[in-house]
């Protein structure tokens, strides 16, 4: 299923570039927000509402700090969910695709809305299932099984293909972005610097295909590493490189004393620095791994207080190296022509009467409408072949969900029908 799933994004990225990496996102958010938005109520009803889950939930559960998680450990993770979102090159490539500055700003302004309501929608659903199934073993399958239990046919479908776009649509951004950056920073410029543009975009396709193929090979891999649970392998994973990626883009940003220099020394002294923790963790978990099953202070220090602490350790690491590389290696003039000419030009804002006269594009939005008004569509018909069966809440689920999703469809449709005319 993984390779499955990998193989179809690395096609629509290789295809249709960083264009077909937004249509994709946006029909995967309405997916996953349409089976989410279906299942928050229906979670809250089962429990009795916000009254119900508050009471009838075991003791100690809306505690902010619960073992083995502690202060320092949600002082690292705020630190690094930070760096993430103000450096992820996913991410911030989206601020670029919008025509003017006044569509980034609404961006953000959207993305900081969506990030305070969305925690609430998303895990009220989790919370429930300790009420409803308290019989569950392992947590991690929390959200799928308070779907199968509480979802119609139709809409669960929906979940699971929400699921699935959640995760292609945060792989699908990087894999495009890693592409273009190896091939026009590295090999447009190191590698073959005179390069025309269809080799440039051959070379492209190729290192999307690489990419791809390397996150399929990890995503395997990590079904068989025991003794983690996701949460901790992807604060050890982001902890050990994220520091080193996203500090020097981030100074680069803000700071006009971080030279070239010391950039590329932060990036490899936290590299080392990370890679190193991890090491360490490993032997340090292999040598007490009889200690650690009994002693439950070891057993903290040597996961999610090590984790925490290589976050902390990295960090400083990564800012040390940026500090000394660009103190012992002097700023040539021309690149502090160019950082100046950089900084002057963030300087300068977009004029209103700027924006109002950019030329209007055809917007791929057009493609999406239809793929939702289709998909709709297929949905309402679901719901159809279950009232046939006599399952009358799945029929009303499903031509709730069909509909709206249709409702929509047509809305973009009829917003994106007139640019794409003229």
């Known amino acids: 299923c993984i390779g499955s799933v990998g193989i179809v994004m690395i096609l629509y990225t290789l295809l249709g570039g960083q264009w077909a990496v937004l249509v994709t996102d946006f029909v995967q958010f309405i997916i996953l927000c349409l089976a989410v938005l279906i299942l928050f109520p229906l979670s809250l009803y089962a429990v009795g509402g916000f009254g119900g889950l508050v009471s009838k939930a075991p003791d100690g559960f809306f505690h902010l700090l619960s073992p083995p998680y502690g202060i320092f450990d949600w002082i690292m993770f705020c630190v690094l969910i930070a ?33 305070a309501v969305g925690p609430v929608i998303f895990f009220i659903p989790v919370m429930a299932a300790r009420i409803l199934l308290p019989d569950l073993v392992d947590s991690k399958y929390a959200y799928v099984a308070i779907s199968l239990k509480l979802l119609p046919t139709g809409v669960m479908g929906l979940m699971i293909a929400g699921m699935f776009s959640a995760t ?6 990087e894999y495009n972005v890693l592409s273009g950056v190896l091939t026009k920073d590295f090999y447009g410029k190191i590698v073959r610097p005179d390069a025309d543009e269809s080799s440039l975009i051959r070379w492209g396709r190729i290192n999307t295909a690489i990419i791809g193929g390397i996150t399929i090979f990890f995503a395997i891999g990590i079904s068989y590493v025991r003794g983690f649970n996701l949460y901790d392998i992807m604060v050890k994973a982001f902890g050990a490189l994220g520091p080193a990626i996203m500090l020097p883009l981030l100074g680069g940003l803000f700071f006009k004393k971080i030279n070239s220099r ?45 984790n925490s602490v290589s976050i902390g350790v990295n960090i400083l690491a990564t800012i040390l190296g940026m500090w000394i590389g660009s103190s012992a290696f002097k700023t040539q003039s021309e690149e502090k022509l160019r950082v100046d000419e950089f900084f002057n030009k963030m300087s300068v804002p977009t004029f209103p009467s700027i924006e109002k006269d950019a030329e209007k594009k055809p917007s791929p939005f057009f493609v999406v409408s239809i ?21 009358m809440s799945a029929f009303a689920a499903d031509s709730f969900a069909g509909g709206l999703m249709a409702f929509i469809g047509l809305i973009i449709f009829l917003k994106t029908r007139k640019t794409n005319i003229q």
């Open 83 to 115: 760096l993430s979102y103000n450096a992820t090159w996913g991410l911030v490539q989206k601020y670029n695709c919008v025509a003017t500055e006044t569509d980034a700003r609404k961006v953000a302004i959207l993305m900081g809305v969506l990030s």
């Open 168 to 173: 292609m649509s945060s792989l699908g951004s």
């Open 262 to 306: 010391g950039a590329i020394t932060g990036v490899l002294v936290g590299t080392f620095s990370g890679i190193g923790l991890v090491v360490a963790n490993i032997i340090l978990l292999r040598v007490y791994q009889e200690r650690i099953v009994t002693d439950e202070i070891l057993s903290y220090w040597l996961k999610q207080g090590y």
């Open 371 to 391: 793929a939702l008004m289709l998909l709709g569509l297929i949905i309402i018909f679901v719901g159809i072949a279950m009232k046939l069966y006599g399952d």
